[in-house]
């Protein structure tokens, strides 16, 4: 059974500065990966989708690492601002089965200006 | 295009009662599912349809139906509810067969309080 982790669950850092968030999957017959932004009391918002043959994607300050063979996928985000502020959770899709995203639990981040 | 709708946005029942929580999308996916999450977990699916007619059942399926008549609409039915089943749900669509390229795109969410 494919499960997802998400270190830290909790993080909370100054305004400007660089930051890493890291997940780790199980299986890696998966399709790809994607990160997504949760607010509170909000829907996912899709940052990034790195599929399976890919190493890496990027979306302005935002930097995603894929790491197939160990099972690992880490989110760079540049020069953090207070608007970062959200959970960030990380999906593997896998390509087998039912064919459904397993999640991560997340991590909290919190960007002191 | 309005993307991924759910309503209502918020609900209270009581154990017991039953309820629908409706879902559709206008962007032609094929394959839509439903997910809830609970506090400090990440989400896990419900049930998941590949086209309309076709459904299946997901990680935790158990006091859920589902149905797809249409391939804009895959609605979600607590058939008795229980406190067991406070959470918020999420619908998310995507072209199917699910694949490298394809992003699953989620609905805003609903609140559901069982009391």
């Known amino acids: 059974k494919q499960e997802v982790t998400q270190i830290p669950a909790a993080l909370s850092v100054p305004e400007g500065e660089n930051l890493v968030l890291n997940c780790s999957f199980t299986d890696s017959a998966i399709y790809n990966l994607q990160w997504f932004r949760q607010d509170p009391g909000k829907g996912l918002t899709s940052l990034l989708l790195i599929q399976s043959s890919q190493r890496e994607q990027t979306s302005g300050r935002l930097n995603a690492s894929l790491d197939k063979s160990s099972g690992r996928s880490t989110l760079y985000i540049a020069a953090s601002q207070p608007g970062d502020s959200a959970t960030y959770l990380c999906a593997v899709l896998l390509n087998t089965g039912r064919r459904a995203l397993t999640f991560g639990s997340g991590t909290r981040l919190q960007v002191q200006p | 295009n309005a993307g991924v709708t759910q309503t209502p946005k918020f609900q209270v029942l009581k154990t017991g009662q039953s309820m629908t929580l409706q879902c559709a999308q206008d962007?032609?996916?094929?394959?839509m599912s439903w997910y809830r999450q609970d506090p400090g977990m990440g989400l896990r699916l419900i049930h998941y349809s590949v086209g309309a007619g076709i459904t299946d059942q997901g990680e935790v399926p158990n006091g859920y139906n589902v149905s797809r008549s249409t391939t804009e609409d895959f609605p979600l039915r607590l058939l008795s509810a229980a406190p067991s089943q406070t959470s918020v749900y999420f619908c998310?669509?995507?072209?199917?067969?699910?694949?490298?390229?394809?992003?699953?795109?989620f609905g805003p969410g609903t609140r559901l309080t069982v009391t």
């Open positions: 998310a669509s995507s072209y199917s067969p699910p694949g490298p390229l394809y992003e699953q795109y």
């Open positions: 962007m032609n996916h094929e394959y």
